[in-house]
């Protein structure tokens, strides 16, 4: 397994990149990364320690450790379906809470 280290200090947290997923893949295909996102958190991950990654210029999929984002100072409310969108061309970021 690979592991990559981002410093989401250097990033930007935003509200348009679901929008953005959406624009770029279409609705059913961004619910479709998303469902798929979740799906790879239920099968690898684990609950409370990891948050599926998605990013959005690929579509790729990965899973981090919340304790990143918490020793980058970010709080995190942990719940089911929670997904972090990243962007690395804008430098930006989202935690979306997908209904189920």
Sequence with gaps: MKTIQIEF???????FLWSKLIEDYGFDKARKIVSQAIDLQKMNGSKNSTMPII???TGGLALIPIEMLENE???I???DNQV???NLKTKSF???N???
């Design 98 to 100: 997908e209904a189920n």
């Design 77 to 79: 409310n942990y719940q």
């Design 9 to 15: 200090s250097k990033y930007e947290s935003v509200k």
């Design 73 to 75: 100072g970010l709080t």
């Design 94 to 96: 989202q935690i979306l």
């Design 84 to 86: 972090l969108i990243f």
């Design 55 to 57: 990013f959005s210029g």
